[in-house]
């Protein structure tokens, strides 16, 4: 007779620790851009983080918009094995001046299409790297609203924006924070729209920004890990107290 409460409380401990993890899941399942900053009127860098969310479909296609707001002179993809990236170009209302010379289209759009027998599938994640600049500088973020598809036909939209004091939207659009350029003119590299994305990835004082920021987002989400780790522990350790609680109350009872 005594063993059945001991099982109800050790099923509500295993029930609640599957909750808490079920919980802080997703929030590490979203299409990102890393590293999350760059300095403001640099060159940078940057993947673009796609998970597979789904147990029964691998991911086909990615697609990602950039600003034209802010629109961006040099736009370069990186060759991803397995994938072939189109990028398609927009006339802009106003012309942007780059390096003294008037720019009048810029990339709107990259499309990575997975080639036959290549596939992001259930539990795998891929990234797409981008070499980007000069980046704006009356801006403090750029939003790169983006859509992934299955192989199943769904698509799933990352382009909600979040704003200050509201919760994460379900499916937020990746965003790159713009930081003050540390010491002098904001230009990053002076070779601007001739670097590579080689180059730009590891020549440009821009990335040692978004280095550090990707480095203390990493942090971020250990220190979420370990905090739902720690509940886990706690929920486990709190059921197991109880029980030897329990035990020892019927043990001196008899």
Known sequence: MR???TRRLAAVALTAAASVVALAGPAFAHVTVNPGAA???????VDFRVPNESDA???????VNL??????ASVRTLPLPGWTATVEKSKLDKPIKVHGNDVNEAVSKITWTADAGTKIAPGQFQEFRVSLGPLPTD?????????QTYDNGDVVRWIDESKDGQP????????LKLTKAEGGDGHGDSHGVTASPTAAAHGDSSDHAASSDGGSKASDSTARTLGVVGIVVGVIGTAVG??????KTAGSAS
């Open 67 to 72: 600003p034209l707001d802010h629109p961006l």
């Open 139 to 147: 801006t403090d973020s750029m939003v790169f609203k983006a859509l």
């Open 3 to 5: 063993s059945l409460p």
């Open 242 to 247: 109880v029980l030897g609680l329990r035990r």
């Open 168 to 175: 994460e939207p379900a499916k937020p659009a990746p965003v």
């Open 57 to 63: 479909a691998s991911t086909v296609k990615l697609e």
């Open 39 to 45: 300095a403001q009127g640099g060159y940078t860098a």
